[in-house]
């Protein structure tokens, strides 16, 4: 058995985490993001790598042993004696990157009937014209041909890309149209709901709608006065039925909960509260969203924001808070990447038809392109598509590299005036007990 386990001397990863959930240990990879839960024998076994040794001496007495020490290599527990660990890790990198499946945005306007206090967003009436449309849909054509994939998701999103539902229909309509015939359109809307008509459902239901985010802030006097149309007028109603609509015809619903000082007190009454107006079904999640100040149109709200620091604690308490009440939340680490800014694959066509490297940045300096030049792609590519944390001495020395993936630019470029910068994500502040969220969510969805 162990003669086809390798003949090298292994160790320890420098970037491995280790904590206990239930009288079980957790083993996290900083660097390849595999995550176990094991038994003491394997983290006795693990401990024995902590100066290199051969497999062969580490495996007497255990029966088990080649299978184990297979999956803590292939896991990146356990690494070669003297491996760069982070060249590992680039080579991930430029594999997820040359492999993600290409998806597309088309932030159809800029415009908004809301206007809600913490908005990141400029409300220019920038509208997305159907040339504009015709000419991303040739290179969202283009790109699933040469990627030879068999589905696409295409997902809309503004302002309110609802303000825009005949383009949205006719882009659709088209794009089945232009694609090859094998290819599967599935979709989502980023929406605040209002404009969420029966009708508007169904046809996003006729495209496979399987993700929709729509944002409520609270109870209604609370989400009126965060959230207010344009008018003045509060939102909340015209919200809870767009958010009926789309759990009776999306196979995903994500309520979307814009957490800072002035709501987060009123989210257990909350949570009662959807509870008991039957809004938590099995295609409903529960997301708690900080709200950040990383642009100048929301550095308003700043004094009102959670920092990363505590908001990592509180989103801990808040999803234990919701799992409590049975509704599902949870925490998905981001992994090798932060965002769609890095990769070429995950496309954003802005109003214009420029190309957006950031959704929270729907300006010049962070664009990559735009579909009327040629080349398409600007200077600016080259630094945002070969971003990575490996940039970066600080991410580099962080055990958890993997996991936050060089976070979030518009941040960086917020607080340091420049996007080759890093600042730490929230998750960092509190990732062990965030990691353990995660690992119940999976144990009580697949049993794993």
């Not at 509208?127 to 997902?155: G, L, P």
């Not at 989400?223 to 149309?229: G, I, K, Q, T």
């Not at 340091?416 to 600042?423: K, P, S, Y």
């Not at 007990?433 to 119940?440: F, G, R």
Request: charged fraction near 25%; aromatic fraction near 12%; hydrophobic fraction near 35%.
């Amino acid at each position: 058995m162990n003669a086809k386990l390798p003949t090298k001397r292994f160790v320890k990863s420098k970037y491995l985490l280790n904590f206990e959930l239930d009288g079980k240990r957790v083993l996290c990879s900083g660097i390849t993001t595999a995550i176990f839960l094991v038994d003491s024998d394997v983290e006795e076994l693990l401990n024995y790598f902590r100066e290199p040794k051969y497999i062969d001496e580490a495996c007497r007495g255990y029966s088990k042993c080649g299978e184990t020490v297979k999956k803590l290599i292939n896991g990146g527990m356990i690494v070669e004696e003297n491996v760069d660990e982070l060249e590992i890790l680039n080579s991930l990198i430029t594999k997820v990157r040359n492999e993600v499946p290409y998806s597309f945005v088309f932030t159809v306007t800029l415009a908004c009937n809301f206007r809600c206090i913490y908005c990141y967003e400029e409300k220019h009436p920038v509208e997305m014209t159907w040339d504009v449309a015709s000419r991303c849909i040739n290179f969202m054509v283009e790109r699933i041909k040469e990627s030879k994939q068999k589905d696409v998701r295409i997902i809309f999103y503004g302002g309110e890309p609802l303000l825009k539902f005949n383009l949205i229909k006719k882009i659709l309509i088209e794009s089945e149209k232009r694609l090859p015939n094998c290819i599967k359109i599935s979709t989502g809307i980023v929406t605040n709901g209002s404009l969420l008509t029966e009708k508007v459902a169904r046809f996003m239901k006729r495209f496979n709608c399987n993700y929709s985010l729509i944002s409520l802030d609270g109870l209604r006097e609370t989400h009126n006065r965060r959230r207010p149309f344009a008018s003045g007028e509060g939102s909340f109603d015209a919200v809870v039925k767009g958010i009926k609509n789309a759990i009776k015809n999306f196979s995903q619903v994500i309520i979307r909960i814009n957490v800072d000082k002035t709501n987060k007190k009123e989210l257990p009454a909350f949570l009662e509260w959807l509870k008991y107006n039957n809004m938590i079904k099995p295609n409903v999640i529960v997301d708690f969203g900080v709200v950040t100040a990383d642009t100048e149109v929301s550095e308003r709200h700043s004094q009102l924001c959670i920092s990363s620091y505590d908001y990592g604690r509180k989103l801990v308490e808040l999803i234990q808070l919701a799992r409590s009440k049975g509704i599902s939340s949870f925490f998905i680490p981001p992994t090798l990447l932060y965002c769609r800014t890095y990769f070429k694959r995950e496309v954003a066509f802005g109003p214009t038809g420029d190309l957006l490297s950031c959704l929270h940045r729907i300006e010049k300096r962070f664009t990559v392109g735009n579909v009327f030049n040629s080349p398409v792609y600007n200077k600016n590519a080259k630094k945002f598509y070969e971003r990575t944390p490996l940039n970066f001495e600080k991410c580099r020395n962080c055990n958890i590299v993997g996991f936050c993936g060089g976070g979030c630019v518009s941040e960086a470029y917020h607080e340091n005036g420049n996007v080759n910068t890093v600042v730490c994500p929230m998750f960092k502040y509190n990732f062990d007990e965030l990691v353990k969220q995660y690992i119940i969510r999976m144990e009580d969805t697949y049993g794993v």
